[in-house]
């Protein structure tokens, strides 16, 4: 009875591409002249269910998020896609995932001839236990699996050897991705420090409210926790240095979506790594225009070009859009 469960509930909303899908050349100047579509979010599991239940009430509940998928894909090649020199698949957070559950699904639908790369913004969700020592983010797939049945989409070569909600994780998927991809992620996000590591229910006395709201405000022992998410992550995307021709920008700012906001993906005021925006990375890598496109920034505070981004809104993960 939401929008993340219908789209009976969306209301109309005027499309005003920033970022990678912006309009301008100066801000955008990789792929401002891209044909682009913008697909909004409603099934709750990153386009991947295929099942339907029984609700308490009686009412019958459908979860048809990978059949939307293929069947936007499909309508978008009938209106030109097919015949597509060169696309790129891109996400943000939740989109960012089914990015790469679809990944090479996608790439499977051009002929070999044409260049098809996927980037993931944010969508790298850890299985880290939260500060009481639960799993509370694989508690969370763990369920949306099983409601929704969404083995179809997960690796074969994975579910042979590990449990279907391990495989949800983008650690495994990666590694049986064949598609390029590039990897944007925080690795101070701040979606999955405020829901993954210090959700509500791990700290009932507010001693990481002001923390969770704004990394400044965080003490000492308090960033070392949070060094250890991104420790995780670092480590998770190990597998990525081994693939020539992905890329990844890891930064270490306190925020979630960078690719979507003009003044994060290419401005003067932009996160830098090697003195690149993110825009100038993606493009970089995009092109072909240098090797080796892997950065991961050093820990909190080490660069100074985070600190010109406002805190970030805090955003649900499974209520953010698929592009491409």
Not at 124 to 138: M, N, P, Q
Not at 272 to 288: P, Q
């Amino acid at each position: 009875m939401s929008t993340k469960g219908s789209s009976n509930f969306m209301k109309p909303i005027r499309f005003m591409g920033n970022g990678i899908l912006g309009g301008d050349q100066l801000q955008n100047p990789d792929f401002y002249n891209w044909n682009k579509v913008y697909v909004r979010y409603c099934d709750g599991a990153s386009f991947s269910g295929d099942a339907e239940a029984q609700a308490q009430d009686g009412t019958t509940l459908y979860f048809r998020g990978l059949r939307i998928y293929e069947a936007v894909i499909d309508e978008l090649m009938e209106k030109g896609l097919a015949n597509a020199t060169q696309a790129l698949f891109t996400g943000c957070s939740a989109g960012a995932l089914s990015m790469m559950l679809h990944c090479d699904d996608f790439r499977a639908r051009f002929p070999q001839e044409v260049s098809v790369k996927c980037f993931a913004d944010a969508g790298f969700f850890l299985d880290e236990k939260d500060i009481s020592g639960k799993r509370s983010l694989w508690s969370l797939y763990d369920r949306v699996i099983h409601l929704q049945n969404v083995r179809k989409v997960l690796p074969k070569d994975c579910l042979a050897n590990k449990e279907p909600t391990e495989c949800f994780f983008p650690a495994e998927l990666i590694k049986s991705i064949r598609t390029p991809m590039f990897i944007l992620n925080p690795s101070y996000d701040s979606w999955q420090i405020r829901n993954v590591l210090v959700p509500d229910s791990s700290a009932p006395d507010k001693s990481w409210l002001s923390c969770k709201e704004n990394i400044r405000n965080c003490n000492s022992t308090q960033v070392e926790v949070l060094d250890g998410l991104r420790n995780k992550m670092v480590n998770d995307l190990k597998v990525v240095e081994d693939k020539e021709d992905w890329g990844m920008f890891i930064d270490s700012c306190f925020t979630h979506c960078q690719s979507l906001s003009g003044v994060s993906w290419h401005s003067p005021t932009s996160p830098r790594l090697e003195n690149k925006t993110i825009a100038e990375a993606v493009g970089d890598w995009h092109s072909g225009r240098s090797q080796g496109a892997k950065e991961i920034d050093c820990k909190y505070q080490c660069n100074p070009t985070c600190n010109s981004l406002p805190p970030p809104r805090d955003v649900t993960a499974f209520n953010r859009v698929e592009i491409y």
